[in-house]
């Protein structure tokens, strides 16, 4: 199961262009909240979630991922079951993905140390010992996923469907929804 982590501001491309294109793939996506059953974006979006941070059982999940958005990675970083979590993941082996803003925060916890990522361009100062990799839609070291920005939701969410449904997959879900990128 893809734990998708939604704080009040998240970025909604960012969080559902990948959620979109892991379910065309038949992967089971929980867009969850920090509390409650609906949570609104940076855009004025607000989205029904299908579970809370209370509810996840951290054993189901192969994949966990943080969108940006300042006030969502804000709202994030701000619960430290968030944190807990997202080590727990990582310790596991499983993946942890983050794009644009969010970043930062899986350098906060510590998991970017000497490792390759990207971010939202300017935050880069935030990125406590990462390895930069400028200009690119994303960055896979190991079990670590980042992103760059909403952009780059398209290339990043088809790169998470790769990675848990392989590349035929990522490739059949590409051609489905006509993505030229």
Same mark, same amino acid.
């Given at each position: 199961m893809v734990c998708i982590l939604l704080g009040s501001g998240f970025e909604e491309t960012e969080a559902l262009v990948p959620a979109d294109l892991l379910r065309r793939a038949g992967v089971e996506v929980a867009l969850t909240a920090l509390e409650g059953e609906l949570v609104s974006g940076s855009h004025g979006i607000t989205v029904k979630v299908d579970t809370t941070l209370a509810q996840i059982d951290p054993e189901a999940v192969d994949l966990i991922f943080l969108p940006g958005?300042?006030?969502? &990675?804000? =709202?994030?970083?701000?619960? !430290?079951?968030?944190?807990?979590?997202?080590?727990?993941?990582?310790?596991?082996?499983?993946? &942890?993905? =983050?794009?644009?803003?969010? !970043?930062?925060l899986l350098a906060a916890f510590g998991l970017l140390e000497n490792k390759h990522a990207v971010c939202y361009p300017g935050m880069e100062g935030q990125m406590a010992g990462a390895v930069m990799c400028p200009s690119v839609p994303y960055v896979v070291e190991g079990n670590l996923i980042t992103g760059e920005a909403a952009g780059a939701a398209f290339p990043f969410g088809l790169k998470l469907v790769e990675l848990l449904r392989g590349s035929e997959e990522a490739q059949r879900i590409k051609d489905a929804v006509h993505y030229h990128g």
């Open positions: 958005g300042l006030g969502g &990675v804000n =709202a994030l970083g701000g619960d !430290p079951r968030v944190a807990q979590l997202v080590q727990q993941v990582h310790r596991k082996g499983k993946y &942890v993905a =983050a794009i644009c803003a969010a !970043p930062t």
